[in-house]
C-alpha cells in the first residue's frame, strides 16, 4: 500500500495544516500517566517536519469518550502544555472545537506555531462523520495531514470527511506504520509466530483466523484463551467465557497444530491485589478459582516456539499483568523479544507499555522491535490489509 506522504508536498510555507493525530492518552490527575505518551512523542517528527517548512499546525484530536458534549475531565489544556514542553515552544489551547472564536484565532496565528482545537468528540458531528462537521474543519486548513494510525480503523468527520474538502496527506508516523505492517502483510521473513491476548476473544477472533493461514505458529494468552480451552472441554473456575462463541468454536475446531494454548495458568479465588495463588496444570483448575496469568511451564513453551521465529507479531498481554502476582507470563515473553533477532512488531496500548516497562534496555536499544501506535487499528488492517482513513490517502497508480 503507497499513500501520498506529507514529503510530496510542493510547498508548506505559511500553508495551515489540520493535523490529525492521536493524542487519546491515559490521565491521571490531569496529567500522563506513566509510560502513557507513547503516541504524543511518535508524532513529534511529523509536527516538527512542519514547522520546519513554514507551516500554521493545527492539532486535532480525540481524547476518551464524551459522547459529543463538554466533559471537564477530557479538556486537552493539559496535552497541549505537555506538547509545548516537548517542541520547546508554546501550544495555543483553543477552548472549542470550530467555531467563529477558533476560525479569528487560526486567522491571527503565526506560521511555524501550533494550535491544538478542543477535543474533537465534544461535537457530535466527529463521531457520526457529519459533512457538516468535516467540512467546518476542513475550512479551518489549506492541507490535511492524517498521523492518526491508531484511529484509522475509524469512520470519523476528522478521519474520512475532511479529505473529502481538501488535499490529504499521510504524516510520517502513519506511513510508517503502514509501511511496517504491509510488510508482515507480503513478505514476512519465516517462521512468523503471531501472539495474541487481551480480554475479549470476539474482538481478536477475526484476526485469530487471519493468523492461522498467515503465521506457522499462534500463541494464545490472556483471558480470551479461557475461551478457548471451555470450547475444548476444560474447565476454566469462575474465570470470564464468552458463552455465545463457544459453539462457532466448536464449529471451527480451532485444532490446528500450529495453534499454541497455556498448558499451566496461574489462579487466585478473586481478582485483587493480596491473595493466594495457586500454579497448576490447566486440567485441575477448580470451580471457585479465576484464571489470571499463563503459568510457568506455559512461558518455556512459548519461549521455544519464540526462539525459532524471524517474524513476531503481539497484540495483548498474557495475563492480569498490572498486579505483579500476574505479571510473570507478560514478562516472559517481554524477555524472550530481548534475546531474539526475529523482527517483532507490538500493538496494543497494554502490550506496548508492557514492552517499554519491563525490556532490560530502552526499547531505542532493540532496532528489530516496533512499537506499533495502534492496538484495534493493528488488527483491523491485518485482517483487512487496510483502513477507513487510509483510502482517502492512497497514492495514484
Same mark, same amino acid.
Not at 58 to 66: E, K, M, N
Not at 147 to 169: C, E, I, T
Not at 350 to 368: G, I, M
Given at each position: ?12 510555507k ?8 492521536d ?20 508524532t ?12 500554521l499546525v493545527i492539532?486535532a ?36 472545537v ?16 501550533v494550535l491544538?482545537?478542543e ?18 474543519l ?12 491508531g ?17 490529504s496527506?499521510?504524516g510520517l &508516523? ?19 509466530v ?7 476473544l ?31 472441554? &476444560? ?6 467465557v464468552e458463552?455465545? &462463541?463457544?459453539?462457532?468454536l ?7 497444530a ?45 519461549d521455544?516456539v519464540l ?14 499483568f498490572?498486579?505483579?502476582?500476574f505479571?510473570?507470563g ?5 524477555h ?19 514492552v ?9 536499544a532493540?532496532?528489530?522491535?516496533y ?5 484495534g ?11 477507513p ?9
Amino acid at each position: 500500500m503507497r499513500l501520498k506522504s506529507v514529503r510530496t508536498i510542493r510547498t508548506l510555507k505559511n500553508k495551515r495544516v489540520l493535523l490529525r493525530t492521536d493524542f487519546n492518552v491515559p490521565l491521571e490527575g490531569g496529567t500522563i500517566a506513566l509510560e502513557g505518551d507513547e503516541r504524543i512523542l511518535r508524532t513529534l517528527p511529523t509536527i516538527r517536519y512542519l514547522l520546519r517548512r513554514g507551516a500554521l499546525v493545527i492539532v486535532a484530536t480525540h481524547l476518551g469518550r464524551p459522547g459529543g458534549r463538554v466533559v471537564p475531565r477530557y479538556r486537552l489544556k493539559p496535552l497541549a502544555a505537555y506538547l509545548g514542553r516537548q517542541l520547546k515552544a508554546p501550544v495555543q489551547a483553543l477552548s472549542k472545537v470550530v467555531g467563529p472564536e477558533v476560525a479569528a484565532a487560526v486567522r491571527r496565528a503565526a506560521a511555524g506555531t501550533v494550535l491544538m482545537l478542543e477535543n474533537l468528540r465534544f461535537n457530535p458531528g466527529e463521531e457520526e462523520n457529519s459533512a457538516t462537521f468535516s467540512r467546518t474543519l476542513a475550512e479551518l486548513c489549506d492541507v490535511y495531514v492524517n498521523d492518526a494510525f491508531g484511529n484509522a480503523h475509524r469512520a470519523h468527520a476528522s478521519m474520512v470527511g475532511v479529505p473529502r474538502y481538501r488535499k490529504s496527506y499521510a504524516g510520517l &508516523l502513519l506511513a510508517e506504520e503502514v509501511r511496517v505492517l504491509s510488510g508482515l502483510l507480503a513478505r514476512p521473513r519465516r517462521p512468523m509466530v503471531a501472539v495474541i491476548g487481551g480480554v475479549k476473544l470476539s474482538t481478536k477472533l477475526a484476526v485469530i483466523q487471519t493468523f492461522l493461514k498467515l503465521a506457522n505458529d499462534l500463541l494464545l494468552g490472556g483471558n480470551l484463551a479461557n475461551t478457548v480451552l471451555k470450547a475444548r472441554g &476444560l474447565a476454566v473456575g469462575r474465570s470470564p467465557v464468552e458463552e455465545g &462463541l463457544l459453539p462457532s468454536l466448536r464449529r471451527l475446531k480451532l485444532t490446528a497444530a500450529k495453534l499454541h494454548l497455556p498448558v499451566d495458568v496461574i489462579t487466585a479465588s478473586g481478582t485483587t491485589a493480596g491473595l493466594p495463588t495457586r500454579t497448576l496444570a490447566v486440567a485441575n483448575v477448580q470451580p471457585d478459582e479465576y484464571i489470571l496469568d499463563v503459568g510457568p511451564d506455559t512461558v518455556r513453551l512459548f519461549d521455544a516456539v519464540l526462539r525459532d521465529a524471524r517474524t513476531i507479531v503481539w497484540n495483548g498481554p498474557m495475563g492480569k499483568f498490572e498486579l505483579p502476582a500476574f505479571a510473570a507470563g507478560t514478562i516472559g515473553l517481554v524477555h524472550a523479544i530481548a534475546h531474539t533477532r526475529a523482527r517483532v512488531v507490538v500493538g496494543g496500548g497494554e502490550t506496548v507499555a508492557a514492552v517499554r516497562r519491563y525490556l532490560p534496555k530502552p526499547v531505542s536499544a532493540y532496532p528489530n522491535v516496533y512499537l506499533s501506535t495502534g492496538g484495534g487499528a493493528m488488527l483491523k488492517f491485518l485482517e483487512h490489509g487496510t483502513l477507513p482513513a487510509l483510502r482517502p490517502l492512497l497514492q495514484a497508480k
